[in-house]
């Protein structure tokens, strides 16, 4: 998944290729003029502080998460020459809490024929005796997609340091009919019957494939004869992710286990929008046939972890505490002639805990608990009247570093504005509404990276519509006046949120760090993440607002900000 523009096409076509790819750089394309330019220095400005990322470089998709032995173990695609995609290797870090890392040299790289020209994404599989296994997508001689697997040289070793490639490998090889080009990122495997159970995403034609095989032996692997689920229109289907969720906890479950309350997540990255979509559904265990549930989508216009710069995303679940954890890569928005200047690209996504709404009709998420560690100074508001036009600064934390928690309320939706039925693009719509557009009950929200004189700004908000049977709450994460830079990738991110406003309350959580606005509204239902660049507001001159755009007067209920420390990182 990685880089498509190059240095030599003019800023428009950059712009073009950014926007149709949603801001992400795409597609394994290998840049030998540029893959091994190493950093001069490294620039610090917009660089994250308790987000994962390595001192310098490239990085991309997150492979392979486990827990092992008392350790948390994180694997990403890694380059370790320079800030553009190439030199492709699987770098390891460790971790006791997911929040501070300790980095160790990389796990897997290019080192044998059958993955000679590229160690690419895959996911890892705790055995039977508590024995990890990683498999992944390698490129061999003849550029063909093979799948191989991964062993520890030493199981008594909890930090895993090195891994051993059987030269049986690889395990799968691009059956006939399959486009070796198109198969890759095997996923975690799960065990029924007497046989393990893996997808790899693929294409045929336009139609997105999740292919399923079969082993007993985790050694010799057979294709069965239908894919665990496809559709058409979708193009390639990367980074699947296949898992069960409980139906009435929000405990995480064993990516084997199934049952009467058990439902199951397809989760497919499309290589042709750079978004990713999931459904929920029933897995037909005598069929081997996943079945998405009435009136959701494959594709772009499904159900989304996030619905901005979230790619390439991977769970695990964690036995310790009984969750499931979800990582996802952001990408930078910037150019990748900026990347090469500050000598780094990529960030991991603060990991999440994920479960089942109690609705049944989309997961939750919500930043793990460990992050809560590095919560510092605390301020504190509660019962403040934001009435139309209002800019209510919060002061007394680090705004360009902090965790901000909100509920709102409204005593009235009277003022709402008619929705019409034409706006299914959350996206769209946002771009038409604005924080600046004046409207009923909302926009309401915060003012997120903002200058001192609000020439810089990225709003995260709220705004209600009134549709005939319910009410429609759209929340924007609008980086369109996020920087005085005029050449950057500036998105109008946004999503619905399925809330039950008979409260008349909506809450919002932003993680605000330097360069990333990751936001989850209605205690998750929506999440949006957003990679901004501001150039006054940073180093101690990020401001935070409360604001509120319609006529409607807001009530912030309670607050809570809290100045972020930086965690070890790498």
Sequence with gaps: MDVLKRLSVSVFLCFLCIISNNGAEASHKYQPELESLGAVQVKHVHRTG??????????????????????????????????????????????????????????????????????????????????????????????????????????????????IKPDFNPIVVPAIGINSSQFRDPTTAWFYNGHWNILVGSRRKDRGMAYLYRSKNFKYWVKAQHPLHSSPNTGMWECPDFYPVSVNSKNG???????????????????????????????????????????LVDGWDGLRYDYGNFYASKTFYDPIKKRRILWGWSNESDSQ???????????????????????????????IEELDILRGKKVEKSNVKLNKGDNVEVNGITAEQVDVEVIFSFSSLDKAEKFDPSWVNAQNLCGQKGSDVQGGVGPFGLLTLASENLE??????????????????????????????????????AGFVDVNLSNKKLSLRSLIDHSVVESFGAEGKTCITSRVYPTLAVEGNAHLYLFNNGSEVITVENLNAWSMKSPHMN
């Design 253 to 295: 479950l064993d990516t084997s286990l199934n049952g009467p309350s058990v439902k199951h997540v397809l989760k497919a990255s499309l290589d042709l929008t750079r978004y990713e979509f999931y459904t929920i559904g029933t897995y037909n265990l005598t069929l081997d046939k996943y079945n998405p549930d009435s009136g």
């Design 337 to 367: 002639q900026d990347d090469i200047k500050k000598g780094w690209a990529g960030i991991q996504a603060i990991p999440r805990k994920l479960w089942l709404d109690s609705s049944g009709k989309q997961l939750v998420q919500w930043p």
């Design 456 to 493: 810089e700004f990225t709003p995260v908000f709220f705004r209600i519509f009134k549709a005939p049977n319910k009410h429609v709450v759209l929340l924007c994460s609008d980086a369109r006046r996020s920087s005085l830079d005029k050449n950057l990738y500036k998105a109008s991110f």
């Design 50 to 163: 308790f987000h994962f990322q390595p001192p310098k470089n490239w990085i991309n998709d997150p492979n392979g998460p486990m827990h092992y032995k008392g350790v948390y173990h994180l694997f990403y695609q890694y380059n370790p020459k320079g800030a553009v995609w190439g030199n492709i290797v699987w770098a390891h870090s460790v971790s006791k809490d997911m929040i501070n890392w300790e980095a160790l040299d990389p796990a897997i790289y290019p080192s044998k024929p059958f993955d000679i020209n590229g160690c690419w994404s895959g996911s890892s599989t705790i055995l039977p005796g508590n024995k990890p296994i990683i498999l992944y997508t390698g490129i061999d001689p003849n550029k063909r997609q093979v799948q191989n697997i991964a062993i520890p040289a030493n199981l008594s070793d909890p930090y895993l340091r090195q891994w």
